[in-house]
């Protein structure tokens, strides 16, 4: 390894050594040589992130700032003084002093929409994960950082002193373009960090940034997928029919879309090769694999084993994906997919929304958090998250709703809502939703194979259901027909459908009448 004299780390006063802008096979011994993970069997890094398995959304703060007081959405972030979020500043440089550091300088966005980004980490695995995680320079190309991440999981708050919640913090200080993190070793938190600084940054310029991925076909037709952590972005835009432009974060601009990041962020509890063989064969040398149970012998990965946790993570470079679209950049949408992991298991495994549904469906965000993508999730919970992605939106909603429909109207986009959730019944009664059903139904949505087959309306939910979809039984489609209590399952749509008209009720007369109509009904 060796020290970059030209790696500042933000004026932090270093006694220690930096390594910056090592390669992945530098990061991976360097890893290796300091035991902060061992190898697998292919070749993976594996690592424990120790109590932290998921994001800790209870303790993100947005530093308030004069400059940026106005814009930010306050009821659904919180803030921290900007005095708390220097002094913070000033123990985590007192606190790397002498330590050895690692800086990564690399870029969040593909094309003209991107933002040059310097990572600081105490952790040579963590340095790799956000090499793999975001877009790599060109060699021998000089980034100017534009926004700074220091992340030094061994450095606890102390929330008298620094007016935290707990002893993890996840600090954005946009007016001084900087993230501080603490407290905990979950590097999904750079990740979405980031996201939440374009989600920033982004609107401001006219251009919706989005929680979703992406993917395009042979004839140039781009497809994208909302969706909160474990509804299936990932699998279902590993698609080997089609060429992965990104699997979780892009923004939607006058020339088309692009990937906000150069890398894959894949759960991968119960991954087998017949049902993900893409995401299977990224899990190699190179790749960082997050709180997997691991044979200490054979170095064997038992994905299966939620021993740790549920949330059992691998992160890669996009091109570990055969085919994969470099750099990530696409047309604009011809069908846009909102996935939902419906708990209650009364939501149609398909539907096609008009426009109004889908700003309706859009706003609201349903799904259940899957256990482990947040600490303290043990099991699935119903959940509404604006935009399929509020933990992550400094902004109001609205701003990024309207964007939406602005380019949906524009580009005749089509939009599906897909449940991959449960049918048959509600969580511990009915099963989770074959996979292969789940992928032919958005092969046929992407395909236009249900633009001219037969729809009838859910009472309930208020949305177009196809009657016959290529690959899926016809009994499947009605979630109804898949109980075996008509009553019951009607009691369960109904109380959903409330929660809908409760969450929705939140944006008020903000709300065009026409969109009010299209969510779901509860007579």
């Not at 007081?69 to 790397?96: C, F, T, V």
């Not at 975001?134 to 980034?143: D, S």
């Not at 310029?205 to 909160?228: E, Q």
């Not at 001219?452 to 016809?474: H, K, S």
Request: hydrophobic share 40%; with cysteine.
């Amino acid at each position: 390894m060796k020290r970059d004299a030209c790696c500042s780390l933000n004026g932090m006063d270093m006694a220690g050594k930096v390594y910056c802008n090592l390669s992945a096979p530098e990061l991976v011994e360097a890893a290796l040589a300091r035991g902060e993970g061992t190898l697998t069997s292919t070749g993976a890094l594996r690592v424990t992130t120790g109590k932290y398995t998921g994001r800790s959304p209870h303790d993100k703060f947005v530093t308030d700032s004069a400059a940026v007081h106005n814009d930010i959405a306050w009821s659904s972030n919180q803030p921290l003084e900007e005095g708390k979020s220097k002094r913070l500043l000033e123990r985590m440089a007192a606190y790397i002093q002498g330590r050895e550091a690692f800086v990564f300088d690399g870029y969040a966005g593909a094309g003209d929409h991107r933002l040059a980004v310097r990572f600081i980490n105490e952790f040579a695995w963590q340095n790799l994960f956000v090499h793999q995680l975001f877009i790599r320079p060109a060699q021998n190309e000089a980034v100017q950082p534009e926004f700074t991440v220091i992340c030094l999981p061994g450095f606890k708050a102390v929330p008298e002193i620094d007016g935290t919640k707990s002893e993890a913090f996840i600090v954005l200080d946009l007016a001084h373009r900087m993230v501080l993190i603490g407290g905990t070793h979950y590097a999904g938190e750079m990740k979405k960090s980031i996201f939440t600084v374009m989600n920033y940054l982004l609107p401001k310029r006219g251009v919706l940034s989005m929680h979703c991925s992406a993917n395009v076909g042979a004839k140039g037709d781009t497809a994208l997928f909302f969706g909160l952590s474990g509804t299936g972005k990932t699998t279902l835009s590993a698609d080997p029919n089609r060429r992965l432009i990104g699997d979780d974060e892009h923004g939607w601009g006058d020339s088309g879309i692009f990937n906000i990041e150069g890398g894959c962020y894949a759960k991968c509890i119960r991954l087998s090769q017949e049902t993900e063989p893409q995401i299977w064969e990224a899990i190699r040398f190179g790749t960082v694999l997050e709180n997997v149970v691991m044979d200490p012998g054979t170095r064997l990965v038992d994905f299966d084993s939620d021993a740790i946790t549920e949330n059992t993570r691998a992160a890669y470079p996009v091109d570990y994906i055969p085919g994969a679209v470099v750099p990530g950049v696409g047309g604009h949408p011809k069908t846009v997919v909102f996935l939902t992991a419906d708990a209650f298991g009364v939501l149609p495994p398909v539907a096609k929304l008009s426009p109004e549904q889908a700003m309706y469906h859009f706003l609201s965000g349903y799904t259940s958090k899957l256990a482990g993508t947040e600490r303290g999730v043990t099991e699935p919970e119903a959940t509404f998250s604006s935009c399929f992605g509020a933990p992550f939106l400094p902004l109001s909603p609205l701003v990024y709703a309207k964007l939406l429909g602005e380019r949906l109207a524009k580009h005749d986009t089509n939009v599906f809502l897909i449940n991959t959730g449960w049918t048959g019944g509600p969580y511990g009664i009915g099963k989770r939703m074959s996979l292969p059903y789940t992928r032919a139904i958005v092969t046929a949505a992407i395909e236009g194979a249900l633009d001219n087959v037969p729809y009838e309306l859910d009472p309930i939910f208020n949305v177009y259901v196809p009657t016959e979809c290529p690959g899926v039984p016809a009994r499947v489609l009605r979630p109804k027909d898949t109980w075996s209590d008509g009553e019951a399952y009607d009691k369960a749509a109904r109380d959903l459908a409330r929660r809908f008209i409760k969450n929705f009720a939140k944006f008020g007369s903000d709300m065009p009448a026409e969109v009010i109509a299209a969510g779901p009904e509860t007579k």
